[in-house]
């Protein structure tokens, strides 16, 4: 059963920084584009960035040169620095993979930032 669990989120003030983390199992993690998508209150879950196969990544412009994205593909994980951090970078980040015409998703965890 693949399983994605999400951590590293919580309350920071603008300008500071938090590192989530997205530990895979029951899957072929090197196998999965790994993602990370973020939805606010009343707003569409929007794609944050992801990392290929090969290590390949893309971001969304609202988070270029603040956001990095990383995997591990021995401890099956990914992670997402997030530096420099914006109120409207508040919202519930959930890890996804992808290999081909199958997704799965985590539960989700929860980046406040306040002004």
């Known amino acids: 059963q693949v399983q994605l669990k999400e951590s590293g989120g919580g309350l920071v003030q603008a300008g500071g920084s938090l590192r989530l983390y997205c530990a895979a199992s029951?899957?072929?993690?090197?196998?999965?584009?790994m993602g990370w998508y973020r939805q606010a209150p009343g707003k569409q879950r929007e794609l944050v960035a992801s990392i290929s196969r090969t290590g390949a990544s893309n971001y969304a412009d609202s988070v270029k040169g603040r956001f990095t994205i990383s995997r591990d593909n021995v401890k099956s994980t990914v992670s997402l620095l997030m530096n420099s951090l914006k109120p409207e970078d508040t919202a519930v980040y959930y890890c996804k993979a992808d290999l081909f015409l199958t997704d799965y998703w985590g539960q989700g965890t929860q980046v406040t930032v306040s002004s």
């Open positions: 029951g899957m072929t993690f090197s196998m999965y584009t």
